[in-house]
């Protein structure tokens, strides 16, 4: 249960139980030191500090400043990573310090929501969060605790990268050396297993963080990570061999809840993601994922849709022809409406006629024709008479 589910007497109720747990309020020293490894003091205090991020008026500029807290919880964070090694075995956690590190960060998240000047100090346990993000054995169904929690914690402090998009890319724990697609493969990975899982009412509440901060690693990738992030959850050539958004993959699924009625708030982000993705630009994310998934985001926010995108073929004009991008990819001619290959669209269906309606249409065309005669404005032979005449009919009893 968080603070924000609690009534003020309730949160207040649970606050004075924490504090007997915890120590003689009267003669003890502060709730977080640098030296207190214990886990079970962790998650009492770390729970306590949370519950007073709503709605009271506890002061934490002094914590931080005073007391150290922005280190306090970087250490613990950096104990917790400890229990997921690289290589070699590690004694797996215990449910103790998974709860202790739970608690630790959603104090983290909060306080970097309320306390944004704070963020410098606090993203320093960025790495070792990403670390345990990255080493953590994901459970069934996996967006849940602790994971949902890493996941949170991360979107505020990649704000510390923001100002400085494509640059630093050694310095940037999303992209360590020397794998830089270790996390955001990861992040895609976890994404992809939910999408698979979760039904779309589901999704709106917890994979919205999720692809939120995809959008914020994004926005600050090196140049050599932006690519590969397109190819993971833009579609693909094989997505095209049917209209996109048929095929079961992460990125047919992603178009998919582009649209959701049943998940507003992850739609947005869903098309915010594959829009920033396409380099902000409405053609190439019209060429991307088809002017039909694209137009709804483009109307909403007063993007001018390109002129040739609902048509059904090229202009056929220069190679920088709007028209010609919308409708070649990788070389092939695609339908800008579906995204679909051309030459793997199904050729148009034509109805076969029963032998009963075939004899009451020529019937239908006879009487027409009959008329078009009587009416003396043009000179015509019916068809259908002149069939018989050739003996190209033959009367069935």
Known sequence: MTGEQLSGQERNALLAELKTHIRDVDHSGPLFTLENDNREDELLNSRMLFLLTYETTFDFDELFEDDQLAESINLNVARHAKHFPKTGRKEAPTAMEI??????????????????????????????????????????????SPVTYLVNALLNLSVVYDDRPHKDADANPYF?????????????????????????????????????????VFDFAPANVRP??????????????????????????????????????????????????SGKDATNFVRNVGYGFASGFLMTHDLPVPATAAEGWSTGQTDGDPGEKLTNVDGKEVNPVTGQIRDMEPAA????????????????????????????????????EQGIQEGRFEEIE
């Open 99 to 144: 709860q202790a590190m739970s608690e630790t960060l959603k104090l983290l998240f909060n306080l970097s929501q309320y306390y944004p000047r704070h963020l410098p100090s606090l993203a320093k346990s960025a790495p070792n969060i990403l670390k345990i993000l990255c080493r953590i054995n994901l459970a069934t169904p996996v967006l849940q």
């Open 228 to 277: 590969h992030m397109q190819t993971a959850l833009l579609p693909s050539s094989s997505d095209r061999s049917q209209p996109l958004g048929q095929s079961n993959t992460l990125a047919s699924r992603l178009l998919r809840l582009s649209t959701s009625p049943a998940a507003p708030s992850l739609r947005e982000s869903v098309s915010s993601l594959l829009f920033e993705l």
């Open 349 to 384: 269906p034509e109805d076969e006629m029963t032998e009963e309606e075939k004899e009451r249409e020529a019937e239908r065309l006879f009487v027409l024709f009959e008329r078009l005669k009587a009416t003396g404005v043009v000179n015509v032979r019916n068809p259908v």
């Open 176 to 216: 360590p050396k020397p794998d830089q697609y270790c996390n955001i493969d990861r992040l895609i990975s976890i994404l992809d297993n939910a999408v698979c899982t979760y039904t779309e009412e589901q999704l709106e509440t917890l994979a919205t963080p999720l692809v939120t901060l995809l959008r914020k």
